[in-house]
């Protein structure tokens, strides 16, 4: 898992109310280190 800012905003990627199902939305928000805001990236 990863953690990371976004560039342009300084905020991170976020499941809105810390979703994890499929279609959940996605925010920006600030960084508070919670799982719903580390991310998995694979390649297909």
Known sequence: MEEG?????GQA???SEG???DGANI?????NGLDPQRWQ????
Do not use: K, N, V, Y
């Not at 800012?5 to 905003?9: E, F, N, P, W």
């Not at 925010?27 to 960084?31: E, S």
């Not at 990236?41 to 297909?44: I, L, S």
């Open 5 to 9: 800012q976004l560039l342009h905003s």
């Open 13 to 15: 990627l976020d499941l």
């Open 19 to 21: 979703a994890g199902h």
């Open 27 to 31: 925010r920006q928000w600030p960084d």
């Open 41 to 44: 990236f694979t390649a297909p």
